[in-house]
């Protein structure tokens, strides 16, 4: 037929591999490594957390009053407690502040103003010792138990400040509903002396209660996880 192309019949087709694009090989070059499958072989990281603690605290514990102790040294060496054991170096320091700037100002009980003084004084001199006896013990295996102990100096502060304290207050409680603001009364204090010193002194019962119900929790929280892993 005339316009189409005469094909050669004896030709044969194109073979397929002909046609066929070589893959390029990829052996020689470094294929990109798949994530990491976790297989359950590695151990698992290991998070040195305070509630771990407290849980192995319990495990090794004979009774609670070993738990206890246990979990006081643990808080005691912690850094945690250094920073707020440098913090409360202020409260002292406030207290021997607002006595020293009042001490004339409170007729009715001129011992509320030596109170704050005296406290704050030996408040402040038992903190350094805490910090001095920590600093001396840092780096020490033993550190935590050292700083857990307290040596006869702290102890005997301590007795004093409990005596003064109680001290403290049968004088404030006590012109509780007696004491004035008027500077010309004999039963005149100056309201920010006998403020300050009576919420002082409360705030340390709010505080004791509040210690009270947290370690109280604490203990029972651990108690119920550490029977539960049993």
């Known amino acids: 037929m005339e316009g189409g192309p005469i094909l050669n019949q004896e030709e044969s087709p194109p073979s397929y591999e002909s046609h066929v694009v070589p893959v390029p090989d990829y052996a020689d070059q470094d294929p990109v490594s798949p994530p990491h499958a976790h297989d359950g072989t590695d151990q698992p990281p290991t998070y040195d957390s305070l509630f771990g603690k407290v849980k192995e605290a319990h495990k090794e514990s004979s009774g609670t009053v070993e738990f206890f102790k246990k979990v006081f040294v643990m808080f005691i060496g912690t850094v945690g407690f250094t920073i707020c054991l440098a913090l409360v170096l202020a409260l002292p320091i406030t207290m021997v502040v607002i006595g020293a700037i009042y001490k004339n100002d409170c007729p009715i009980e001129h011992y509320i103003p030596i109170y704050l003084i005296v406290a704050g004084s030996f408040g402040i001199f038992k903190n350094l010792i805490s910090l001095g006896q920590r600093f001396r013990n840092r780096g020490d295996e033993d550190a935590d138990e050292k700083n857990a102990k307290p040596n006869p100096l702290d102890m005997l502060i301590n007795c004093f400040l409990l005596a003064w304290?109680?001290?403290?207050?049968?004088?404030?409680?006590?012109?509780?509903k007696q004491w004035t603001a008027d500077s010309t009364s004999p039963n005149y204090c100056h309201p920010t002396l006998y403020y300050f010193a009576f919420w002082i002194t409360t705030a340390t019962y709010i505080i004791m209660a509040a210690t009270c119900c947290c370690v109280c929790c604490g203990g029972i929280l651990t108690a119920a996880f550490g029977a539960k892993s049993k």
């Open 165 to 176: 304290f109680i001290a403290g207050n049968v004088w404030i409680y006590g012109v509780h």
